[in-house]
């Protein structure tokens, strides 16, 4: 998906919602336990019931990866289910010497077909570089992260400014606002206004919203660009809106509460 | 497998070399490709052919993850196949926030019984802390890498020193030589003298020798330690070392010489 279509499918419907697709078995309403792919079928009626008010999926593939073959076929599944309008990301925070992540990036841009792939920074240039040479392809490059770990490295002085500062403005040189957005946690607004001028033009993948204790309004407020320039993803509080029966209707109801939130912030 | 059985298998074997299984389908003899599992079918043969000489397999879950569900088989059926002597480490460069790195703790040491996987530093404390709470199990973090990309960040000043060495002393709070070892690349030699005094006690996984250039006397002299305290990674130069017939029986010569090699360096 080009950023031209993702910024026209976030103005059709109002909405720069991503719903986290962290899909763990332990936590999924007890009647799907009994169908043949219980992960993937509550994927599918997340889908159906969330797509109308969204314009991403992001598929967190630690809990896919936890249940082995069957966890990594649900995951194929889901990718393969959600409509081409959304933008699907791979929240799989890969990266590796130029050779392997070649093979990662051929792992989620043509084996699996997702739009996106979040990549961690450790490495450089190199380990980077193969996921950007996909054409309409993205990478989502961790900038400043919303767990606490965060103040480890991410916050530490390194030379003239923090070290995510500087993730953000050396990456900025080795893809474009077209190719390349970044991880920036929700949990941090205050940092917002800084970091949209560093990297005034990329759009930022936003977790941390709800369960995480970020705030829409603020994050929304202090990080939006005239291209709008932000993805919120919100997980456990749509997808585990309820844990019954009605956990579609409940996570329709949450992702729509989201939507017409937004909606008001959109310029 | 503990630090002491790790210990024990390397005096026993005279070999501290890890043989790294980065099995590309497209790099594979020819006739192996019509067998129904040619990967695992590689594996196997490569495995029967070197575990005399090596204490330590290494997957590259990027290979497997790139052939999809095929190739998460491939790397199922090889964990397992590996003898239980042998120190069996994913590649896998995983790292999320703590509820996240749960889960890829689950997929490599439960679902997939890995006795090490290497974790990407950049988040901080509560990003790795999961993976370290396995009784028996090794966190492998990643330090100084042996790609063109450390310098961007891994090389660059962070407060008094340099990131990686950040990153080496304060991980090393985290977790202890029992349960945490380091990512050290090897085509920097130079460095092994200051790593071996930041990190005393703690073993390294040293990737780079052979196709990337690293030197393995310079290295064994300079990382060494009264415990061994390195594992020597070779990939290419072992399993490529041949792409005929005779590809099982060129890979254990050169693993038998690399072992050879290490038998004159051992204290």
């Known amino acids: 998906m080009t950023r031209k279509e993702l910024i026209e499918q976030i103005r059709l419907k109002k ?23 219980p992960v993937f079928e509550f994927n599918k009626r997340i889908i159906d019931a969330t797509k109308d008010y969204c314009v991403s999926y992001k598929i967190n593939t630690a809990f896919y990866e936890a249940l082995g073959l069957v966890g990594w076929e649900a995951m194929e599944r889901t990718v393969d289910y959600i409509p081409s309008t959304h933008f699907t990301i791979a929240d799989a925070k890969r990266g ?12 989620f841009f043509e084996t699996l077909n997702f739009d996106a792939i979040t990549v961690a920074p450790y490495m450089g240039a190199d380990s980077v570089r193969p996921f950007l040479e996909y054409q309409d392809k993205w990478t989502i490059l961790l900038g400043l992260t919303s ?6 490295f991410e916050l530490q002085q390194a030379g003239e400014g923090l070290l995510y500062e500087k993730v953000l ?4 040189q080795w893809g474009t606002p077209d190719n390349l957005m970044y ?12 970091i949209r001028k560093l990297t005034p033009d990329h ?14 309004k603020e994050i929304s407020e202090k990080a939006m660009n005239n291209d709008v320039g932000i993805l919120i993803n919100a ?18 109801e949450v992702a729509k509460e989201y939507q017409a939130e937004m909606a008001t912030y959109l310029k």
């Open 15 to 37: 909405s720069y919602l991503c719903v986290g697709l962290d899909t763990d078995i332990t936590k999924i309403p007890r009647h799907l336990l009994s169908s043949p792919e």
């Open 96 to 107: 590796d010497i130029g050779n392997t992540s070649s093979q990662y990036a051929k792992a």
């Open 147 to 152: 767990n606490s770990g965060a103040a480890d």
């Open 169 to 172: 403005t050396t990456a900025a």
């Open 183 to 194: 991880v920036v946690g929700a949990t941090q607004s205050d940092w917002f206004t800084n």
């Open 203 to 216: 759009f930022y993948l936003v977790p941390g919203v709800g369960a995480q204790g970020g705030s829409l």
């Open 235 to 252: 997980s456990r509080a749509i997808i585990y809106a309820s844990d019954k029966e009605d956990f579609a209707e409940k996570a329709s």
